[in-house]
């Protein structure tokens, strides 16, 4: 019986928010109508297609109206295809609009913790016995260009990462200057103060045990003898046992509030000369999912492992690195909190054996500007003596294509929705063609022309996929603000707080244009077919 209920349980809350939709649809097309109709009777439109097509849709009265048509003066099936129409569009804006919150909100993270244009400078520039100054020259001329923000040299390699708990293969480890602007971009609102400080400086991240601290306090410590029985031994007895006087109690016992020199003497200082020689450990800053895999905190240890290392005498053999957690980062996207780690660039020329830096970083003010800049800074790497050029688009091509995908393809499935609308246009237009075959009739006889009845029944087409288009817009739209201003929580293994919501323009115009050029295409055929009639033909049974 719980399974049961526990099954139809989402299934009838589902059903409700179906019939909430529709009913609020239906509400907001009857308002709509209902202002259509006041705005006819005031005779706004001088077109005489349009006036006539207003005059069929909400100009009918009965002798007796029912409630319907009191408040929705329009047949049934005109206010089916309005309400189609209106349901299409409002998913198709809080669908698009909420796949793109996602879209903007990934390629926010990549473009906010990735280089915007990678430049990797030729071998004889980045050898073991490279200068470092030719590197930074490049970086200072990159920098100096317009659009970019900054450009700063950095390591890039891959490496292993081991844990007496578990390992992690296939990852990245970068090397960035302590305190630069590639540290402040990517690291800045990432990672906490204390560990960015903890990697610049190990010492930090040393428990007092390993700088010597409780080393310290043994040793100042009130120790006792080999002997400290009571009996006769050569232990020394305690202050007040029998045979003290006071003043050998008092000489025992120190005052409180006396500092002694001795213990001065005997603190050691907090830096790395602490420390026993060999005992401070570069630190290294991970993922936070890649310090939950390896199952290790803040001070733990853990090895950098380099398959293809220095050469020994048996050929090519790995290279090894013990490092120290500094601390943690947590950038928003699970691949790269994963397979990320940061150590400072000094210690990431020694781990990839590497003179000078791999890469140059080049960041921009606005990555909308990436097209545009990438020509300057090829020209500005060629002269420098060459390279080669990535941009955040060509490395995530696969990535960006994969969401357009999507959306493309979510844009054509709920189009659908547009599509039946459609059908219920023309379904309502052939059905006034048959009821008003008389007054067409009439109409071509007092001298309109073909056009003329052609262009009456696209204005008909029109009303109604307007007024659909119209309360979809405000229903979707609203819906996108209550997004926004609510902020829909959203479980924690999505890896985002809250519902993102982004509106963009382009989209919504392709909507509307969509959602109207198919109500126009239902009207061709009825148009046509009427407009073809000759006036006999409507008059002849009369």
Not at 33 to 55: I, K, M, Q, T
Not at 114 to 139: E, F, K, W, Y
Not at 417 to 428: D, E, H, R, T, W
Request: charge should be negative; glycine fraction near 12%.
């Amino acid at each position: 019986m719980e399974s049961m209920r526990a099954l139809l349980l989402p299934i009838a809350q589902l059903l409700g928010v179906i019939a909430i939709a529709i009913a609020l649809v239906a509400v907001l097309v009857g308002l709509l109508v209902a202002l259509l109709r006041r705005l006819s009777s005031g005779r706004l439109f001088a077109s005489y297609p349009l006036l006539v097509a207003l005059r069929v849709l909400v100009g009918y009265r009965a002798d007796r109206p029912t409630w319907r048509q009191r408040l929705i003066p329009v047949s049934s099936q005109n206010f089916i295809a309005m309400v189609g129409t209106a349901i299409g569009v409002w998913a198709l804006v809080v669908v698009l609009s909420v796949m793109g919150g996602f879209e903007a909100d990934l390629k926010g993270k990549i473009v906010r913790h990735s280089p915007h244009v990678t430049i990797v400078p030729t071998l004889d520039m980045a050898a073991a016995g490279g200068d470092d100054r030719r590197v930074a020259a490049l970086a200072g001329t990159l920098a100096g260009l317009r659009d970019v923000a900054a450009a700063e040299a950095y390591v890039e390699g891959e490496a292993m990462v081991t844990s007496p708990m578990n390992m992690s293969p296939g990852m990245a480890i970068r090397g960035v200057r302590a305190g630069g602007a590639l540290e402040a971009l990517w690291l800045g609102t990432s990672a906490d103060p204390d560990a960015l400080r903890a990697l610049a400086n190990p010492v930090l991240a040393m428990s007092d045990r390993e700088l010597g601290f409780a080393e310290g306090r043994d040793e100042g410590g009130t120790g006792t003898g080999t002997d400290t029985g009571t009996g006769t031994g050569s232990g020394t007895a305690p202050p007040g046992a029998a045979g003290d006087t006071d003043d050998d109690a008092d000489e025992a016992m120190p005052e409180i509030g006396v500092e002694d020199d001795a213990d001065d003497d005997e603190m050691p200082e907090i830096g790395a000369e602490a420390a026993a020689p060999g005992r401070v450990i570069p630190g290294i800053l991970l993922g936070e999912e890649l310090a939950n895999s390896l199952s290790i905190g803040i001070g733990d240890e853990v090895m950098a492992v380099i398959p293809d290392g220095d050469v020994g005498p048996t050929g090519v053999r790995p290279m090894t690195r013990t490092f120290r957690v500094s601390g943690t980062f947590a950038s928003g996207m699970y691949e790269h909190d994963l397979k990320s780690a940061y150590v400072t660039l000094d210690e990431a020329k020694r781990l990839f054996l590497l003179g000078t830096p791999n890469r140059i970083a080049v960041m921009l003010d606005d990555i909308d500007r990436l097209d545009a800049a990438v020509p300057g800074l090829r020209d500005a790497l060629d002269r420098a003596g060459g390279g080669t050029l990535r941009t955040v688009a060509q490395v995530n091509r696969s990535l960006f294509s994969a969401l357009l995908v999507e959306k493309i393809a979510m844009f054509l499935v709920l189009g659908l929705v547009i599509l039946v609308a459609a059908f219920n246009v023309f379904g309502s237009l052939v059905l006034i063609t048959m009821e008003k075959t008389r007054d067409i009739a009439v109409l071509r006889s007092v001298g309109a022309t073909r056009a003329g009845v052609r262009g009456i029944f696209l204005a008909l087409g029109g009303v109604i996929g307007a007024v659909g288009v119209v309360a979809g817009l405000i229903l979707g739209l609203g819906t996108c603000a209550y997004i926004a201003w609510a902020g829909i929580p959203l479980p924690s293994e999505y890896y985002l707080r809250e519902l993102p919501v982004a509106v963009r323009p382009l989209e919504v115009a392709l909507v509307t244009l969509a959602a109207l050029g198919a109500g126009l295409l239902a009207t061709l055929y009825p148009a046509n077919t009427v407009a073809a009639r000759a006036p006999s033909e409507g008059l002849r049974n009369d």
